[in-house]
């Protein structure tokens, strides 16, 4: 599918992690949770209350193709940068 033209710029662990199903973004929430310093049952409960949440900010002019991922938790957060890859 889509997601195998898409990478996350320096770091391949974190490419296996994520997938493009089509228009969104799937994460492996057990990577996310890590980052943001939560378990991945808090990191559940959080995001069921609204505390967790995530943006995604889609590339424009050189950053065109480009597409990053933000998770906040508090004062938290962690982003990636993905690209697309597509020849």
Same mark, same amino acid.
């Given at each position: 599918?889509?997601? %195998?033209?898409?990478?996350? !710029?320096?770091?391949? /662990?974190?490419?296996?992690? &994520?997938? *493009? ?5 799937? #994460?492996?929430?057990?990577?996310? %949770?890590?980052?943001?310093? !939560?378990?991945?049952? /808090?990191?559940?409960?959080? &995001?069921? *209350? ?5 943006? #995604? ?31």
């Amino acid at each position: 599918g889509d997601d %195998a033209f898409w990478r996350a !710029l320096g770091n391949s /662990a974190i490419f296996v992690a &994520i997938t *493009r199903p089509g228009e969104g973004f799937t #994460v492996d929430a057990t990577l996310v %949770a890590d980052k943001l310093g !939560l378990s991945p049952e /808090a990191f559940w409960r959080e &995001i069921q *209350r609204g505390i967790v949440y995530g943006v #995604v900010e889609r590339g424009e002019g050189e950053d065109a193709g480009r597409v990053r991922l933000t998770f906040r938790y508090r004062a938290r957060s962690w982003s990636t940068v993905l690209e697309d890859t597509m020849p």
